[in-house]
């Protein structure tokens, strides 16, 4: 059979020590940067994004939402990726309303609002269609990712996204830097959100690469066994 052509899939992205995303549900994960108490590992994961040579930065809007409506300012800007060549956002519901549209492309369904389309249109957005069901198809998004030329994308979303790349068997590896918090919370988002499994069977065996301690906290970077 066949295998479709698609870019690598590597997860980066930094969160506590166990493995929360954010301090509660709503809240910008930048002000762990901004009070000082994330053991710069914010900075360090988007370096990671050069060091793991990420051709382009992938997000959901549900992120982008969240950084807005509690928005945080750094005193110090963090790394910006050198090499990547866009930021692609996954919106499958079209609910983002764009005003910086540099070098970004959005991934949504076939079946979203025309309206949300008319948008990227008139603000020369480029857009993929993936899928016509109730999300968007990932591995068909990947196909169409990889006919632009993207080789191995770094998604930097929340625990809803993760898990979905995940549970899709797309994920290549995966790199964490380890924020020196504990967080905990039943609701708060981590690394991989979503479904809970049915067995042990269904659980993603990783293979260690590489451990880095950066101050107080921790770089933990698998590949995902086939």
């Not at 409506?69 to 990547?84: G, H, Q, R």
Request: glycine residues 10%; contains cysteine; hydrophobic residues 40%.
């Amino acid at each position: 059979m066949k295998l479709t052509k698609r870019p690598e899939v590597i997860i980066n992205v930094f969160a506590s020590m166990d493995g929360r995303m954010t301090t509660a549900p709503g809240h910008n994960v930048m002000e762990w940067t901004s009070h000082g108490v994330d053991g710069k590992a914010n900075d360090e994961a988007h370096k990671l994004y050069d060091a793991l040579n990420c051709d382009a930065l992938v997000s959901g809007s549900e992120s982008l939402i969240v950084w807005s409506s509690d928005w945080v300012e750094l005193e110090n800007a963090i790394t910006t990726p050198e090499k990547s060549k866009a930021y692609i956002v996954f919106d499958g519901r079209g609910r983002m309303e764009w005003a910086q549209t540099e070098g970004l492309i959005v991934v949504t369904r076939e079946n979203v609002s025309p309206s949300y389309i008319e948008q990227l249109e008139n603000k020369g957005i480029t857009y993929l269609k993936a899928g016509s069901g109730e999300k968007i198809d990932v591995k068909l998004a990947l196909k169409q990712l990889y006919d632009l030329g993207f080789r191995r994308l770094g998604i930097s979303g929340g625990g809803t996204m993760n898990g979905a790349f995940l549970r899709a068997g797309v994920v290549d590896e995966i790199s964490v830097v380890l924020a020196p918090l504990a967080i905990g919370g039943k609701t708060t988002p981590t690394i991989f959100d979503g479904e809970n499994l049915d067995s042990i069977q269904q659980a993603v065996p990783l293979e260690l690469i590489e451990t880095k301690a950066i101050g107080d906290a921790v770089w933990l970077y698998y590949r995902v066994k086939k």
